[in-house]
């Protein structure tokens, strides 16, 4: 069964409304496959650290990686004070934020406070607004108590296919009809995603990650995971828990944003169109990865060119702080991050999640690499 993303049934509700950004309309989308350190400089975070602690040398097309400091930071979204006559369209809320481009703020109205338990009574306040979607509050503090690595670009369609043998992207040519070899690859789905994080690991003789022996057909193809409504795939670290695994992984969804922001609070680390191809710049395809401006951590298109997989099964945030969360246990939809090409500034923030089939094989969806330090 086609896989259809939850954003598509939210965006029916007009959770968030924006006179004056693109309408994004799923039947225009362009599917066609159904289916405790302190912070380094960026400079100082380069793959040098990664291949020390590879028990061999990487190949040239081993992801290059930069070390994610341990930390804490607020998750989700806040509300904040905004001018009246800003709330529920574009504008510039603060100035004084040179990295804040502009914002899309809503006063709520979908927020029930008897079955909510974010924020909303604060947000309902006279000349109050929040920004961004239900799902993305409470905003709740979390601690990621170890340093991880995280490649700098997402997994490129040349990558994909030194390691698959098949290119399942979408957009296998540049603009001027030369191989996307440095284009995101795309149309797969988290299944497919796990299935190259495994092959990647065992190549470069690291433990895999994920057990997909219950999985049937061919990764960035047909592939199947489930049975009866269930995953069938399950993490091979004993305690359960991904991130005790040292094979390449998935980020959680909280090691993404916390490595999004890179120590910053706002909506973006950067001016959107300076950090991000997104439909207002994309000419709707992807780009090469890493020719926009990184964030200070060095990771680059952690906003926009395409969504990435994270690790976590879509759920509800609590308020209560929390330390190296993983998500919840079981589900059958996975939280993406980060938007694409195809989405406008609703969607490309930080802290917007959004919630997708892990069958899903979208043209605007891909994956980035992750991986716990020994
Ligand atoms: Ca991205």
């Given at each position: 069964m086609k896989s259809i993303p939850l954003l598509w049934t939210v965006l029916s509700l007009g959770v968030v409304g924006c006179a004056n950004s693109p309408t994004v309309n799923p039947d225009s989308n362009p599917v066609t496959k159904d289916s405790d350190s302190e912070p380094k400089s960026p400079s100082d975070q380069t793959a040098k650290g990664e291949k020390s602690l590879a028990s061999k040398a990487p190949l040239p097309t081993s992801p290059q990686m930069v070390k994610i400091p341990a930390g804490r930071f607020v998750m989700g979204s806040t509300c904040r004070t905004a001018p009246k006559e800003d709330i529920g369209k574009s504008a510039p809320i603060n100035p004084a934020q040179a990295i804040l481009e502009a914002v899309v703020v809503g006063d709520c109205p979908q927020d029930d406070p008897k079955t909510s338990v974010d924020e909303s009574a604060v947000c309902k306040k006279e000349g109050q607004a929040c920004e961004g979607w239900r799902n993305e509050r409470p905003a709740h503090t979390v601690t990621i108590s170890r340093p991880f690595l995280m490649a700098t670009t997402e997994v490129t369609q040349k990558e994909w296919y030194e390691l698959m043998g098949s290119n399942p992207a979408q957009f296998t040519k540049d603009v001027s009809g030369k191989k996307a070899d440095s284009h995101p690859v795309e149309r797969v789905s988290l299944w497919d995603a796990m299935a190259y994080l495994n092959a990647l690991s065992v190549r470069d003789g690291l433990p895999a990650c994920y057990d997909l022996s219950g999985c049937k057909g061919t990764p960035g193809g047909v592939y199947d995971c489930m049975q009866g409504g269930q995953s069938q795939v399950s993490v091979t670290a004993a305690s359960g828990r991904p991130t005790a695994?040292?094979?390449?992984?998935?980020?959680?969804?909280?090691?993404?944003?916390?490595?999004?922001?890179?120590?910053?609070?706002?909506?973006?680390?950067?001016?959107?169109?300076?950090?991000?191809?997104?439909?207002?710049?994309?000419?709707?395809?992807?780009?090469?990865?890493?020719?926009?401006?990184?964030?200070?951590?060095?990771?680059?298109?952690?906003?926009?060119?395409?969504?990435?997989?994270?690790?976590?099964?879509?759920?509800?945030?609590?308020?209560?702080?929390?330390?190296?969360?993983?998500?919840?246990?079981?589900?059958?939809?996975?939280?993406?991050?980060?938007?694409?090409?195809?989405?406008?500034?609703?969607?490309?923030?930080?802290?917007?999640?959004?919630?997708?089939?892990?069958?899903?094989?979208?043209?605007?969806?891909?994956?980035?690499?992750?991986?716990?330090?020994?």
């Amino acid at each position: 069964m086609k896989s259809i993303p939850l954003l598509w049934t939210v965006l029916s509700l007009g959770v968030v409304g924006c006179a004056n950004s693109p309408t994004v309309n799923p039947d225009s989308n362009p599917v066609t496959k159904d289916s405790d350190s302190e912070p380094k400089s960026p400079s100082d975070q380069t793959a040098k650290g990664e291949k020390s602690l590879a028990s061999k040398a990487p190949l040239p097309t081993s992801p290059q990686m930069v070390k994610i400091p341990a930390g804490r930071f607020v998750m989700g979204s806040t509300c904040r004070t905004a001018p009246k006559e800003d709330i529920g369209k574009s504008a510039p809320i603060n100035p004084a934020q040179a990295i804040l481009e502009a914002v899309v703020v809503g006063d709520c109205p979908q927020d029930d406070p008897k079955t909510s338990v974010d924020e909303s009574a604060v947000c309902k306040k006279e000349g109050q607004a929040c920004e961004g979607w239900r799902n993305e509050r409470p905003a709740h503090t979390v601690t990621i108590s170890r340093p991880f690595l995280m490649a700098t670009t997402e997994v490129t369609q040349k990558e994909w296919y030194e390691l698959m043998g098949s290119n399942p992207a979408q957009f296998t040519k540049d603009v001027s009809g030369k191989k996307a070899d440095s284009h995101p690859v795309e149309r797969v789905s988290l299944w497919d995603a796990m299935a190259y994080l495994n092959a990647l690991s065992v190549r470069d003789g690291l433990p895999a990650c994920y057990d997909l022996s219950g999985c049937k057909g061919t990764p960035g193809g047909v592939y199947d995971c489930m049975q009866g409504g269930q995953s069938q795939v399950s993490v091979t670290a004993a305690s359960g828990r991904p991130t005790a695994c040292t094979g390449y992984r998935l980020p959680t969804e909280a090691e993404w944003e916390y490595a999004a922001r890179a120590g910053t609070t706002g909506l973006l680390y950067g001016p959107l169109d300076r950090i991000a191809w997104n439909f207002s710049n994309s000419a709707n395809s992807t780009h090469p990865v890493a020719t926009k401006e990184p964030n200070a951590w060095g990771l680059y298109d952690m906003i926009g060119n395409v969504w990435e997989w994270t690790g976590d099964w879509d759920g509800k945030y609590s308020a209560d702080a929390v330390t190296d969360p993983v998500g919840p246990a079981l589900g059958s939809n996975r939280v993406s991050r980060g938007c694409s090409w195809h989405y406008t500034i609703d969607y490309c923030r930080v802290s917007f999640r959004m919630s997708a089939g892990a069958m899903s094989q979208f043209g605007h969806m891909g994956f980035r690499v992750a991986r716990s330090l020994p």
